[in-house]
């Protein structure tokens, strides 16, 4: 059972042509303290049947909700079945990285029509093949803008929490100092960046929409911290971009997020595809592989791995960053997904998004208990205050099998509302609040 | 073949949404796009016609033999997709309630479980997203124990020569000093290896068997030195596959390691990922790992935090779909599975670099383990075909060529993995391949520089690319 191809007789004919009796007798070089003489402890091999039904059992183990209102940092939107059946032919799925141009003309077009899409639903010029998710594309941009003497992030409270834990983990690594922005009414004050001396400050990070749904004025931070000499970097849902003004139309130079949105699996939390994005400055400080266009010897146009020279296998400890496999497979899925929406239906999404999401807020705010906690504008998720505790609200949304929104305090939600959820599911959603609230 | 964009046509495009259901609610027009979103405007059967064509530009596994060293091209099982598209598995989210999400920890801990015993180490996470990540995590986790133990003038980590890339710039991301160490005969030289240990190193990279698929069989002495001056010892277990069921990195002296389980674990490579880089440590840097971690308890699964935790590398879990596929794989094969599949894989690559070596020059002609490395350097000498023109060359027989250049030690290197889950009769036909290919060497009656000759694009100009870069469609 281990997809070995060969037959016992053939096995013998090689080991003869190797000139050994024994494959044992390959391993000369294991020390005999370490080599194992007694079998792995683990299960013994299953077939096929019994391991699909090993692992439908645990997928049907979690539950799959009809409804959801929990986002924070995953979210479900519908995906088109082409998406599903198209990212699933053979040929992407096996192939390697594309250090064989001639092998690979279609997984790198693929790759440079993913570039141009993210660059023009964030109105910058340059985008990587992809980074591992949307925490760790936001650390790699921190460290991009990293220079001799500036050695501080600054870090708006508004960043998800989970990406902030990251940033620290890889600001421990290059001995940064990393300082967090207090909100005020859930956004981060403007006020604090022309006040604060920010000669040692590399780059600012800011997310917006930011983690409770809130839209940031960036504008107004990128301005202020490039007059600092520090990069304001925006994470940006790239699903809002549909509606809400673009990183590029608000001055901002670098950009990065999570990409999930564009069609692939919520998935338990991946594989997922974090982006980076930027002006033409960081061209060639940019981590991971890029796609370039260019000839080849008859003078077609064609596409390789470009910009090698910032990359591990070349620069080794002097790389720009020690990625090397990315996240191609869900780059090429959500370039699928943007072709399969295209020009009028990622603004539909986003639209829509920002619709349910806003009626949903106006229902709960009309009911007894609930009121929101910021006043700022919002795009698809929001802060509930309520007088119930948010436990009871989602085991109430539970057993209508609703997943209820995402528990930042004993009476604090953060509700999220995609497209993905129908006017009806909304109506019972609030039903059941209200119900909960007598 | 044309762009996706060169195939847009205004109001053409895929109908997907359903009915609006509730009324538009007014945005201030300051927060509102005002550029145009310039995605492309396509129906749904010209998408699925683009996406089908440039899949047949696309070389996979499934397409054919694929020998690249060091990146283990296995064949990707089936089941595994078939498994990891259920949607008990596709359509959770990671900020679910355990309670919601029993059977996905439940995947998590049993892959814990079985690649700890596999690889000796006390337990497992799948939070970095491919193996250099896991290097990393690794190294983060390194740094922080010595900083606890207050122990900070340790700043350098050791690496040999013949690493992967990713190992020195992956220490460099978490501040450490890189010190590279010379090899002898391919292996570790103890001497050179005393001579940069002290108390200020931090810890040891290694892959074993290293990327010359030779296994160091001064493995326990190197790691006892490098603890005996109180370093770490790193594993990078890219090059697991020879191993699994033979001997452990845990009992190696490791104290903890990588996986890439897209490579070992059957998983695909998808083009460039996702992988999973699957991290391991023994329980002493337990209290280290990027939170959190899962415990079964009581009968049921359950997220922990770590008290010394380096803090995250991703947001969640990790790439947890591509780790469904990988116990899968585990389930399937079993404990004898394992070793058989590591037995083979050894046994392939030394039956194809016997076959091989009486024409081509091999790096170091000793038995080696999953992966062997030529060394072209004669035939640039006397014929002038330089190892990316036989690279090129191996094209034209849709076979994929094998990591060229790499390891860097070795010049005009060709780097060959055959894995287990092919043949003899494909080692068979490549060594043909390669034997035809070293006569029309020594004839010289091909032009070499000119290779590949059969396919659409041939020879890029990579130059080109990087001097004047073309990186996104101009609409």
């Known amino acids: 059972m281990s997809y070995v191809v060969t037959s016992d007789e053939e096995r013998r004919e090689m080991l003869r042509e190797i000139g050994v009796s024994s494959i044992r007798e390959l391993y000369k070089d294991v020390p005999k303290e370490v080599f194992l003489n007694s079998p792995l402890d683990i299960e013994a091999g299953k077939s096929e049947f019994e391991v699909v039904k090993d692992l439908r059992a645990k997928a049907g183990a979690n539950t799959i909700f009809d409804a959801t209102f929990r986002g924070a940092g995953s979210y479900r939107h519908f995906i088109p079945e082409v998406v599903k059946h198209l990212s699933a032919i053979s040929g992407f799925v096996t192939s390697y990285t594309p250090y064989q141009a001639e092998l690979a003309q279609g997984n790198l077009q693929s790759i440079f029509e993913y570039q141009t899409e993210i660059c023009d639903l964030n109105d910058l010029d340059v985008s990587n093949a992809s980074i591992y998710d949307g925490a760790s594309a936001a650390c790699e941009a921190m460290v991009m803008c990293l220079a001799r003497n500036k050695d501080t992030v600054l870090v708006s409270k508004g960043v998800h929490p989970h990406y902030r834990a990251a940033i620290q983990a890889y600001a421990f690594g290059r001995d940064v100092d990393v300082k967090e922005i207090d909100l005020v009414d859930g956004l981060t004050p403007v006020d604090f960046l022309s006040e604060q001396d920010l000669s040692g400050v590399s780059s600012v990070i800011v997310q917006s929409p930011n983690f409770y749904g809130l839209i940031e004025d960036v504008e107004t931070i990128a301005k202020l911290s490039a007059k600092k000499d520090a990069e304001c970097i925006q994470i940006v849902n790239p699903i809002s971009l549909g509606l809400l003004k673009t990183p590029g139309e608000m001055g901002v130079e670098l950009a990065c997020g999570e990409a999930q949105p564009l069609g692939l699996d919520q998935g338990f939390g991946g594989p997922y595809l974090g982006f980076i994005v930027s002006s033409k400055k960081y061209l060639r400080k940019i981590p991971g592989r890029i796609v370039g266009q260019t000839t080849d010897m008859n003078g077609k146009p064609s596409f390789v791995l470009t910009l090698q020279a910032r990359e591990q296998h070349i620069r080794r400890e002097k790389a720009t960053s020690s990625i090397c496999s990315n996240e191609a497979h869900s780059a090429l899925r959500c370039a699928i997904y943007m072709g399969a929406m295209g020009q009028a239906g990622i603004q539909e999404v986003a639209r829509r998004c920002f619709n349910n999401a806003h009626y949903a807020m106006q229902r709960i705010v009309e009911l007894p208990g609930f009121s929101r906690k910021y006043n700022g504008e919002f795009f698809h998720e929001f802060v509930i205050r309520t007088e119930i505790d948010v436990d009871t609200i989602n085991k109430l949304l539970k057993q209508n099998n609703i997943e209820g929104p995402f528990k930042l305090n004993d009476n604090e939600m953060l509700v999220c509302v995609t497209e993905a959820v129908s006017k009806k599911e909304i109506d019972a959603f609030i039903t059941i609040l209200e119900k909960g609230a007598k | ?475």
């Open chain 2, 1 to 475: 073949m044309s762009l996706i964009f060169e195939k847009s046509i205004s109001k053409h495009r895929c109908t997907i949404l359903p009915k609006q259901d509730i009324e538009d609610f007014q945005v201030d027009a300051s927060l509102l796009r005002k550029s145009e979103v310039k995605l492309p405007e396509i129906a749904e059967v010209d998408l699925v016609r683009h996406y089908t064509n440039l899949s047949k530009k696309t070389f996979g596994v499934d397409n054919g033999f694929y020998p690249l060293g060091s990146c283990t091209m296995k064949y990707n099982p089936k089941v595994n997709e078939t498994c990891a598209s259920f949607p008990g598995f596709t359509d959770i989210s990671p900020n679910s309630d355990a309670e919601d999400v029993q059977g996905a920890l439940a995947v998590i801990y049993e892959s814990d479980v079985a690649l700890s015993e596999i690889t000796g180490m006390d337990k497992m996470i799948f939070q970095p997203g491919a193996g250099a990540h896991g290097e990393f995590t690794g190294l983060l986790m390194i740094k922080k124990y010595h900083h606890e133990r207050k122990d900070f003038k340790r700043d350098k980590v050791i690496v040999p020569d013949s690493a992967h890339g990713t190992n020195p710039a992956s220490a460099a991301m978490t501040g450490f000093k890189v010190i590279t160490i010379k090899s002898k005969n391919g292996i570790i030289d103890l001497d050179a290896l005393d001579k940069v240990l002290d108390d200020t190193v931090a810890g040891l990279m290694l892959t074993n068997p290293n990327t010359l698929g030779l296994y160091d069989p001064g493995i326990l002495e190197i790691t006892k030195k490098v603890h005996d001056c109180g370093g770490l010892c790193y594993y990078d277990g890219a090059n697991l596959n020879p191993i699994m069921g033979i001997c452990k990195p845990g009992d190696m002296g490791f104290d903890c390691i990588h996986l890439n389980l897209h490579k070992t674990f059957s998983t695909p490579h998808g083009g460039g990922g996702p992988g999973v880089g699957a991290y391991g440590c023994k329980d002493f840097l337990v209290d280290y790992l990027p939170n959190p971690i899962v415990v079964k308890e009581k009968g049921a699964y359950h997220f922990k935090n770590v008290s010394h935790s380096v803090g995250k590398v991703t947001a969640f879990y990790g790439n947890f779909l591509i780790l469904v596929r990988a116990l899968s794989y585990i389930k399937h094969l079993g404990s004898t599975g394992l070793k058989e599949a590591s037995e083979s894989a050894v046994l392939n690559a030394n039956y194809m670099m016997k076959k091989l070596k009486e024409t081509y020059r091999v790096a170091f002609d000793t038995f080696c383990m999953h992966e062997f490395v030529l060394d072209l350097t004669s035939f640039k000498d006397e014929y002038g075909v330089k190892a990316i023109d036989v690279c090129k060359r191996i094209i034209d027989f849709e076979m994929h060529p094998p990591t060229m250049y790499f390891p860097l030690i070795v010049n005009e290197a060709l780097m060959f993995e055959p894995t287990e889950t092919e043949g003899k009769h494909t080692i068979d036909w490549a060594v043909d391949v390669m034997l035809q290919i070293a006569e029309e060497v020594k004839k010289g009656e091909l032009d070499f520089s000119k290779t590949p000759f059969t396919t659409e694009i041939r020879r890029l100009n990579e130059v080109e690319a990087a001097r004047n870069p073309i990186v996104k469609y101009e609409h």
